[in-house]
């Protein structure tokens, strides 16, 4: 069964320093989420992408955050610095069409650790 | 942005137990679902609810979507050591195509 891949799996940090996330969706999903999920908290979105283009990026960081697909398949999710507020796992999502009935199918995760 | 209310926060029940969870919102959402994430883990999709009043189940799991389109319900029947793990609600407010989730119901099973 296809996965949604992510690396790395984990990351420690110190503040001030940059991070990146990489994710590669199944394969011929059109949309790409990425969501922050901190400790005891459901995921909560950052942003979305159909192919190559942002749909959503209202709840991202910009001053910090950035995230970018340039080819419309696999995505990097880049923090420069982190913050200790960081500290959290790091979701990627892919679904077929982004329409609402698709269901959006989960990579493992990057737990990232800010020192 | 908008909140989903879900609750208990934690169970701890024996394996055989029936489990019952629920989730609410402050306005009408057009889709509920529910995920399970292991730890360590992404969430993955146990059931997708599309219709108020829908009932749909998944062996032993079975959700239903509010009539109210403001909440909706999971359960668990003869619960098993491997049911383990945190229960997410998540829906689609009407108009919007994000996913909120809850916070999630930690679910402990007792052999």
């Known amino acids: 069964e296809a996965e949604v891949a992510q690396s790395p799996r984990y990351k420690i940090t110190e503040k001030s320093q940059a991070v990146a996330f990489w994710c590669d969706p199944i394969s011929g999903h059109a949309t790409l989420y990425w969501y922050r999920q901190i400790l005891g908290q459901g995921p909560e979105l950052l942003v979305q992408?159909?192919?190559?283009?942002?749909?959503?990026d209202s709840q991202l960081p910009k001053d910090r955050f950035s995230a970018e697909r340039l080819k419309g398949v696999d995505s990097t999710l880049k923090i420069q610095p982190a913050e200790l507020g960081d500290s959290a796992m790091y979701l990627c999502?892919?679904?077929?069409?982004?329409?609402?009935?698709?269901?959006?199918?989960f990579g493992p995760g990057t737990r990232l650790t800010v020192l | 942005g908008q909140q989903l209310n879900q609750s208990p926060q934690s169970m701890f029940i024996q394996e055989g137990e029936d489990v019952s969870m629920n989730c609410t919102s402050s306005s009408i959402f057009n889709t509920w679902l529910w995920y399970k994430q292991d730890p360590g883990e992404g969430p993955v999709l146990l059931i997708a609810l599309y219709k108020a009043g829908e009932l749909t189940s998944n062996g032993r799991l079975t959700a239903q979507f509010g009539i109210t389109r403001k909440d909706s319900f999971l359960n668990i029947s003869a619960s098993i050591p491997s049911d383990v793990g945190i229960y997410f609600c998540a829906g689609l407010e009407g108009g919007s195509e994000k996913l909120v989730f809850g916070k999630g119901t930690k679910l402990t099973v007792n052999p």
């Open positions: 999502a892919s679904s077929l069409s982004g329409i609402s009935t698709d269901t959006q199918y």
């Open positions: 992408f159909q192919d190559e283009s942002v749909v959503d």
